[in-house]
């Protein structure tokens, strides 16, 4: 199994795009990217521009490649609504638009499946569901909190085994923080994770310290308790540019069991560039 992420935001942009490659299937996770609009009471910076449309170039062409791509939740950094020609002649996967679902991703759902009207092979509702494709099997979770709470509403998590090896997509648990969030992963028993790691850089704001702490304890579990050889936090946990230190102890557990917690960029071979956490340092460059 080949896993290759596309666009993160350890890469510059809002993203979880995530392209996985297996004996039968090439599936593309989460189609999406976007920036972040104001950090720092200042817009995105130009570079931050420039790099969501190479970012969304590279998700397009591994679009094209696909067999299946997989819309976790309906939120636009995750999918394109305006680019249906995306799922042209594609199996997709999505999230239920009716169900665990808050009133702004239910709008946006009807909205994009209207407009894939006639265009993908099929669309199928993941949220608790299993399928088979020869050799591999896709396996989603029933519906989890976008973070800590249903305010923001629900998304599904996607397991994908084939060849003895297990992948994980986590999609904006945001932590995790809750239990159900965690117990798919332990259930799945994954060998590598890639995870939207805590939402530190709203911490004591709209993100509790009761929440990080659980959010540790979570993720030394998916240590500790599965065969996950390398776990990838990235997404809201990369908006922090403290955010080595703000999980310390992931760090010190990963490296006692011999495995490796790292960025999205950094399994991709790529240098880190937190873009949006960079803002306001970019903007004083280029002044």
Same mark, same amino acid.
């Given at each position: 199994?080949e896993i290759?992420?596309?666009? =993160?935001d350890?890469?510059?942009?809002r993203?979880?795009?995530? =392209?996985?490659?297996?004996?039968?299937?090439?599936?593309?996770i989460?189609?999406?990217?976007?920036?972040?609009?104001?950090?720092?009471k200042?817009?995105?910076?130009?570079?931050?521009?420039?790099?969501?449309?190479?970012l969304?170039?590279?998700?397009?062409?591994?679009?094209?490649?696909?067999?299946?791509?997989?819309?976790?939740?309906?939120?636009?950094?995750?999918y394109?609504?305006?680019?249906?020609?995306?799922?042209?002649?594609?199996?997709?996967?999505?999230?239920h638009?009716e169900?665990?679902?808050?009133?702004?991703?239910?709008?946006?759902?009807?909205?994009f499946?209207?407009?894939?009207?006639g265009?993908?092979?099929?669309?199928?509702?993941s949220?608790n569901?299993?399928?088979?494709?020869?050799?591999?099997?896709?396996?989603?979770?029933?519906?989890?909190?976008?973070?800590?709470?249903p305010?923001?509403?629900?998304?599904?998590?996607t397991?994908?085994?084939?060849g003895?090896?297990?992948?994980?997509?986590?999609?904006?648990?945001?932590?995790?923080?809750?239990?159900?969030q965690?117990q798919?992963v332990?259930?799945e028993?994954?060998?590598?994770?890639?995870?939207?790691?805590?939402?530190?850089?709203m911490?004591? =704001?709209?993100y509790?310290?009761?929440s990080?702490?659980?959010?540790?304890?979570?993720?030394?579990?998916?240590?500790?308790?599965?065969?996950?050889h390398?776990?990838?936090?990235?997404h809201?946990?990369?908006?922090?540019?403290?955010y080595?230190?703000?999980?310390?102890?992931?760090y010190?557990?990963?490296?006692?069991a011999?495995?490796?917690?790292?960025?999205?960029?950094?399994y991709?071979?790529?240098?880190?560039?937190?873009?949006?956490?960079?803002?306001k340092e970019?903007?004083?460059?280029?002044?």
């Amino acid at each position: 199994m080949e896993i290759t992420p596309l666009a =993160f935001d350890s890469f510059g942009a809002r993203s979880m795009a995530t =392209f996985v490659e297996t004996d039968d299937l090439r599936i593309l996770i989460d189609p999406g990217v976007a920036l972040g609009p104001i950090r720092y009471k200042l817009p995105p910076h130009p570079l931050e521009i420039l790099r969501e449309s190479g970012l969304w170039q590279d998700i397009k062409t591994h679009a094209a490649d696909a067999d299946i791509l997989i819309v976790s939740h309906y939120h636009y950094d995750h999918y394109n609504p305006e680019e249906p020609l995306l799922y042209n002649n594609k199996i997709l996967y999505t999230k239920h638009p009716e169900e665990n679902i808050n009133k702004s991703q239910s709008k946006r759902a009807s909205y994009f499946l209207k407009k894939l009207e006639g265009i993908p092979k099929s669309i199928k509702i993941s949220d608790n569901n299993e399928f088979r494709h020869g050799a591999t099997r896709i396996r989603f979770s029933m519906p989890v909190c976008h973070g800590t709470n249903p305010r923001l509403g629900y998304v599904v998590q996607t397991a994908i085994e084939c060849g003895g090896e297990k992948f994980i997509h986590t999609s904006d648990v945001e932590g995790p923080s809750m239990p159900e969030q965690i117990q798919f992963v332990i259930d799945e028993q994954p060998d590598v994770v890639v995870l939207d790691g805590p939402m530190t850089y709203m911490l004591g =704001f709209r993100y509790s310290k009761k929440s990080l702490d659980l959010s540790i304890e979570n993720m030394i579990r998916i240590i500790a308790e599965t065969p996950a050889h390398t776990i990838i936090p990235d997404h809201h946990f990369m908006r922090d540019l403290k955010y080595r230190e703000r999980i310390a102890p992931v760090y010190e557990a990963a490296d006692d069991a011999g495995k490796k917690v790292i960025t999205a960029a950094e399994y991709a071979g790529r240098e880190i560039e937190a873009l949006e956490a960079r803002r306001k340092e970019l903007y004083a460059i280029s002044r």
